[in-house]
């Protein structure tokens, strides 16, 4: 089955304690990206790769760190978590577009639901 | 910068009750747009698509067509039922970005009550 998982799916942690979330696709896909949600904004777009040793700031990257050593896995670090780091978190992963090529749809993880204390 | 906005919600509906949920865009280029769900508990989804003006995404009995005069993107559904209830999201990808990047709106959500 095509699919996006994420672990852990719940996480409770204290402020300063260094975590790892792990994203893994099957799909062969290019693209991958890390997406937080808040009430009231929306989805906002922390890191994304384009492809292995390739990634890139989004909107929201300050206290986050990614890797993309192998094509399958996007693991987004909190390396000194803050209680502003709470929230809901989403990998996505798709086929990469070229130039005016129609975006293909992005396939979500389930989310992971981080609170930092 | 390229931004979304949708209506507030909750929207409160009876089951076979017709749907609008209003979607605009500001984007500098020429976007495609989306429109996913997320149902309790889950990730998000695609619902539908639309690439360029007047073309009408559906799917499941939803639609939305892509209006660029307006820059509107409202999704539609004509009798919606108690397994719709979920957060709905509108979103544009612009293509002069050189990225896969989504742009959401704060999403809207719809509870349907039996």
């Known amino acids: 089955e095509a699919q996006v998982t994420q672990n852990p799916r719940y996480l409770i942690t204290v402020t300063g304690k260094k975590l790892t979330v792990t994203c893994s696709q099957n799909?062969?896909?290019?693209?991958m990206s890390w997406y937080r949600q808040d009430p009231g904004l929306g989805l906002r777009q922390i890191y994304y790769?384009?492809?292995?040793?390739?990634?890139d700031k989004g909107d929201v990257p300050e206290g986050y760190k990614v890797s993309r050593k192998e094509k399958r896995n996007f693991p987004l670090i909190l390396e000194s978590p803050s209680p502003n780091q709470t929230s809901l978190y989403f990998c996505?992963?798709?086929?990469?577009?070229?130039?005016?090529?129609?975006?293909?749809?992005?396939?979500f993880g389930p989310g992971t639901r981080l609170t930092v204390l | 910068g390229d931004s979304v906005t949708q209506m507030e919600g909750p929207v409160t509906l009876s089951e076979e009750a017709f749907l609008t949920i209003n979607c605009t865009y500001t984007?500098?280029?020429?976007?495609?747009l989306f429109w996913y769900v997320q149902y309790p508990g889950e990730g998000l989804q695609l619902l539908l698509k639309?690439?360029?003006?007047?073309d009408k995404g559906s799917n499941k009995g939803f639609e939305a067509t892509y209006r660029k005069e307006t820059t509107s993107f409202h999704l539609e559904k004509g009798s919606v039922q108690v397994s719709d209830s979920a957060v709905y999201f509108c979103?544009?990808?612009?293509?002069?970005?050189?990225?896969?990047?989504?742009?959401f709106g704060t999403g809207t959500r719809l509870q349907v009550f039996p």
């Open positions: 996505a992963s798709s086929v990469a577009g070229t130039g005016a090529v129609f975006r293909h749809e992005q396939f």
């Open positions: 799909m062969n896909h290019e693209y």
């Open positions: 790769s384009m492809n292995v040793e390739v990634t």
């Open positions: 984007a500098t280029g020429y976007p495609s």
């Open positions: 639309a690439t360029k003006a007047d």
């Open positions: 979103a544009l990808s612009d293509r002069s970005y050189n990225t896969d990047k989504l742009i």
